[in-house]
Each structure stands twice: as structure tokens, then as C-alpha cells.
């Protein structure tokens, strides 16, 4: 949302209230008050009725107290600058956070998506601390944090959730057939442990629709690209993504019922990765049955194989294909992670998302009664086992694989840990369904003053740092 229209629409209020008062002051040769009870006297001698409506005390209390704070907030909200008051769209959001905490989770899942599809979310007009930005996979990032899959699954809220200031968002995880999910209630918040846990397994409106979404989303893209009046640029790291200023990721998944996994990835990459800024296998939902058993070291190469070929022989101009990474649990154990990390280095994997959700429940959550909840926790309980996880891999890895850590993120701090442990990007879900666009830009000013306070120049400076 932007000041100027809001500061025009006060500012006009109040000129037409001055511009009316001088006016009949004018003809009647007296102040604008004088003006006023001229025509009331004017009205009685004549035996007219006025034609103000008579209101009770009360009520006159109470409109002049309304255009008071109206005169007043216009003229205040004209001498603040548009960074101060984008500041203060986002800090308003948090007022509503109580009103979704009493819905049911999903319909309030449900309700954020939407009012995000429709724009009835902050607009983020601030720039990025350039300590933030940083290139990857030949974009660059105004930043490393990111909405993680899961959140926007069908890709109606795209524009509205980069909008918000993240550095990019992933859509999906998107299955070739559409399909409604395990029954609910499937959704759980374990409110005082800044946890959730999940059964949705894969509900999706499939490929086509999230294919169309996404097709009006680049056209629009494109359009914008071709109308603007900017110069071009000779940098070859492209600035923004397919979607617009942020990067978009697209997660697949497949179908529940389909007896051959690879063929559902390969549909999806080649109805999707046009689309874009990189595409994810998901194999690590503990949702859907025999999912995770694709990340043996055998099946994984296999299924890996299938898909870059897919990818690869699709026609592609001077950008090239889109990176592909793949999605991994955190309830792994040492040859598990040894197997992915090898499949990972031979076959070239541009990069692993670390981690999805765990089938565990650490100490922190047993005394909830919800923890006896099937499905994957996520949130901060989640944060130590995924982290470890992440450091491994960075090791087996040696360091040559894009990495981003996702799991239990809920302040700049927790940001920064998973940057130092190994990770180029992080991701965020489980805080943002709690604490709302408001969490963003605290988590990246906080995440810039960690950086800073250690030295670092880059994001890319402090990746891996523990490991040096």
C-alpha cells in the first residue's frame, strides 16, 4: 500500500473543508463560525427548517472527534516518509494475529492465503540491508529468507507473498493429478512449544491449475519487463525471478495412489520448470505412503536421473534450464545422509533443502497432548535436530552444494545459526503461520545485525563459518 494515495485522499479532505469555510466567509464578509450562525438565524426568522439534522450531544461529541483524528491523521500521515509508514502497515498485522489464532488452523490457513491472493496483505517498500544480498544459481537474492512449500500449494498468492519482502517463496508441493488429502482435522498447533503438526499429505489442485496460475503470473511478468522504461543492465546475474522481484521455487510432489513415482516428477517438470526460478523433488513428506523410501541411495539416483533428462531435453534459451533440488527428512540416519550426499555430488544436484518436517517428538513437545498426533512436527522444536542435520550434510557435501536449511526458524538468530551451519538460504513456515508478515522484516534486520556484529561483510561470507 503506498502513502502518497492515502496522503492525497486527507489532504484533499481537509482542503475542502478549509476551501468551504473561507468560501462563505467570503460572502458574508465574516468568519467562517460568524458564516455559519448567520444562516441558522437566517433559517429561524423565516420559519424554514434547517436542514442539518439535529444530533444528541453525544453524537456531536463524537463526530467532531472523528474529523478531528481524521484533520489530524492527515496532517500527520503527509510528513511521514514512506519507509515510517510501511513500518507501520506491518506492525499492525499483529493486531489481527489473535483473530486467526481463534479459527479452526486450516480455515485460517485457508483465510491468509487468500487475503494474500487478493492483496490485502503490506506491501514491503523498504530496500534489503545490502549485507543481505547475495547470488545464487546466477539471481540474485535481496535476501536469504524465504516461505518454504507447503504454504501457497496451489500458487494463488504468489505476487502478494513476494510482495511481503521475502527473498523468494516456494509453491506446492504440486501433484500431476489434483487430490483433496488424508481427512481432517489434519492440522494441529501446539501453540506453547511454536509448533505444528501436519497430515495434509499432498492435498493439491494439481499441475494444470497451479499451471495456469503460474502462466498468467509470468505473462504478467514479462509484460512488465517489456514496458519498462528502465535501461537495461549489464549484469548477467538476472535481478528478480519469473514471478516478479523475488525468486520462485515450484515443489513436486506425487500422486498417492500412483504406483510410479518418476513419471509423476517428470510430468511436473514438464508442465512446470517453465515457470520456474528452480524446481524441488519432494521425497521427504512423511504424509504420503512409501514417499520416503525414495531417498535410498539407489532409488534417489534413479529418480534423479529421470528427472534432469526430462528437464534437459525440454527447449530452453540463454538462462538455461531451472536448478533442481531435492528435499530431504530429518530422520535420517549417517549412511542415509552418506547415500544422498554421494547421489548429490555425482550427479550435480544444484542444491538440497534441509529439512522437511520430522515424524518425532522431541522433549520439548511430549507433555502436549497433541504430540500423539500422526503426521510431521514443524517449528522450533524441530530447529536443533534439523540444524544437525544441515551440518552433516555441509561436511559430506564438502561444501559444494547450494544448501538451504528450513525447520524451527523464529528470529534473525535462529537465521543466522542455520547460515553459519552450512546454509545459503533458510526458509521460514511454521513462525510466519504465527507470527505474520510482521515477522519478516524483524527476522532480516535481526539476520543483518548478526552479520554485521561478527564482521561479515555477505551473506556468503558467514556460510559455513562453524565448519572453518
Known amino acids: 500500500m503506498a502513502v502518497m494515495p492515502l496522503k492525497r485522499l486527507l489532504g484533499g479532505f481537509v482542503q475542502r473543508t478549509v476551501a468551504s469555510s473561507q468560501h462563505a466567509a467570503a460572502n458574508r464578509g465574516m468568519g467562517a463560525g460568524g ?125 502478494g507473498l513476494l510482495a511481503l519482502g521475502f527473498g523468494f517463496i516456494e509453491v506446492g508441493s504440486v501433484t500431476p493429478v489434483p487430490q483433496e488429502g488424508n481427512p481432517k482435522p489434519r492440522i494441529f498447533r501446539l501453540r506453547q512449544e511454536g509448533a505444528i503438526i501436519n497430515r495434509c499429505g499432498f492435498n493439491s489442485e494439481g499441475i494444470v491449475a497451479v499451471a495456469k496460475r503460474l502462466g498468467a503470473q509470468h505473462g504478467k511478468r514479462k509484460l512488465a519487463e517489456t514496458s519498462s522504461t528502465a535501461p537495461p543492465t549489464n549484469d ?15 515443489n513436486l510432489g506425487k500422486n498417492k495412489e500412483s504406483e510410479d513415482a518418476a513419471s509423476d516428477y517428470v510430468q511436473g517438470v514438464h508442465t512446470l520448470s517453465q515457470y520456474a526460478d528452480y524446481l524441488v523433488i519432494n521425497v521427504s513428506s512423511p504424509n504420503t505412503p512409501g514417499l520416503r523410501t525414495l531417498q535410498g541411495r539407489k532409488q534417489l539416483k534413479d529418480l534423479v536421473k529421470k528427472i534432469q533428462a526430462a528437464r534437459d531435453e525440454m527447449q530452453w534459451g540463454e538462462e538455461g534450464p531451472p536448478p533442481l533440488l531435492v528435499k530431504i527428512a530429518p530422520d535420517l540416519s549417517k549412511e542415509d545422509l552418506e547415500d544422498i550426499a554421494a547421489v548429490a555430488v555425482a550427479l550435480r544436484l544444484d542444491g538440497l533443502i ?101 564482521g561479515f561483510k555477505s551473506v556468503i561470507e558467514a556460510v559455513g563459518a562453524d565448519h572453518r
Not at 506491518?90 to 491468509?112: G, I, Q
Request: one cysteine or more; hydrophobic letters at 40%; a positive charge.
Open 354 to 454: 534441509i529439512s522437511n518436517t520430522t515424524i518425532q517428538r522431541p522433549d520439548a513437545v511430549m507433555n502436549d497432548p497433541l504430540a500423539k498426533e500422526t503426521g510431521g512436527l514443524s517449528g522450533k522444536p524441530l530447529f536443533d535436530l534439523s540444524n544437525s542435520i544441515l551440518k552433516e550434510m555441509y561436511i559430506l557435501t564438502r561444501g559444494k552444494i547450494p544448501l538451504i536449511g528450513c525447520g524451527g526458524i523464529s528470529s534473525g538468530e535462529d537465521a543466522y545459526k542455520k547460515i553459519r551451519a552450512g546454509a545459503t538460504l533458510v526458509q521460514l513456515y511454521t513462525a510466519f503461520a504465527y507470527g505474520g508478515p510482521a515477522l519478516i522484516p524483524q527476522i532480516k534486520s535481526e539476520l543483518a545485525g548478526c552479520l554485521e556484529r561478527d
Open 236 to 250: 548477467d546475474v538476472k535481478q528478480g525471478g519469473k514471478a516478479g522481484p523475488g525468486i520462485l521455487g515450484v
Open 35 to 159: 458564516a455559519l450562525a448567520r444562516r441558522f438565524c437566517s433559517s429561524s426568522a423565516t420559519g424554514k427548517t434547517s436542514k442539518i439534522p439535529h444530533l444528541p450531544k453525544k453524537g456531536r461529541l463524537l463526530t467532531g472527534a472523528t474529523l478531528g483524528l481524521v484533520i489530524a491523521g492527515g496532517a500527520y500521515v503527509s510528513t511521514v516518509d514512506e519507509a515510517t509508514f510501511c513500518g507501520w502497515l506491518f506492525d499492525a498485522t499483529k493486531l489481527v494475529n489473535p483473530f486467526f489464532a481463534l479459527l479452526d488452523p486450516e480455515a485460517a490457513h485457508r483465510l491468509a492465503v487468500s487475503a494474500a491472493a487478493r492483496g490485502w496483505v503490506p506491501r514491503e517498500k523498504r530496500h534489503d540491508a545490502p549485507v543481505l544480498e547475495l547470488e545464487v544459481w546466477g539471481r540474485k537474492f535481496s535476501n536469504p529468507v524465504g516461505l518454504a512449500a507447503g504454504f501457497d500449494k496451489n500458487a494463488e498468492a504468489v505476487e
